[in-house]
């Protein structure tokens, strides 16, 4: 049974910083493409960052530069470390594979003020 755990969310004032954790079970991250999402309220879920099984990462235009992807193979976890975060980025981020989702966890609420 897979399941995917995301923690690290919180309140930051704009030009904070975040990290970001996904810890899989029942799934093997080093050996999928794996990528962060994010919904905001009333928007659709959009792919922001993914990582390669053999480690090269992609990114939005829109957090390129800001936003950090990286992978702990020995903890099976996914990372995402936020810099210089906008309000814009306030949103609910999950982790899955980059494509054939597996259960989407319940995510992590960040929430950045102005």
């Known amino acids: 049974q897979v399941q995917l755990v995301e923690s690290g969310g919180g309140l930051v004032q704009a030009g904070g910083s975040l990290r970001l954790s996904c810890a899989g079970s029942?799934?093997?991250?080093?050996?999928?493409?794996m990528g962060w999402y994010r919904q905001a309220p009333g928007k659709q879920r959009e792919l922001v960052a993914f990582i390669s099984s053999g480690g090269s990462t992609n990114y939005a235009d829109s957090v390129k530069g800001r936003f950090t992807i990286f992978r702990d193979n020995a903890k099976n976890t996914v990372y995402l470390q936020m810099n210089s975060l906008k309000p814009e980025d306030t949103a609910v981020y999950y982790c899955n594979k980059r494509q054939y989702w597996v259960p989407w966890g319940q995510g992590t609420q960040v929430t950045v003020s102005s």
């Open positions: 029942g799934i093997i991250f080093s050996i999928n493409v």
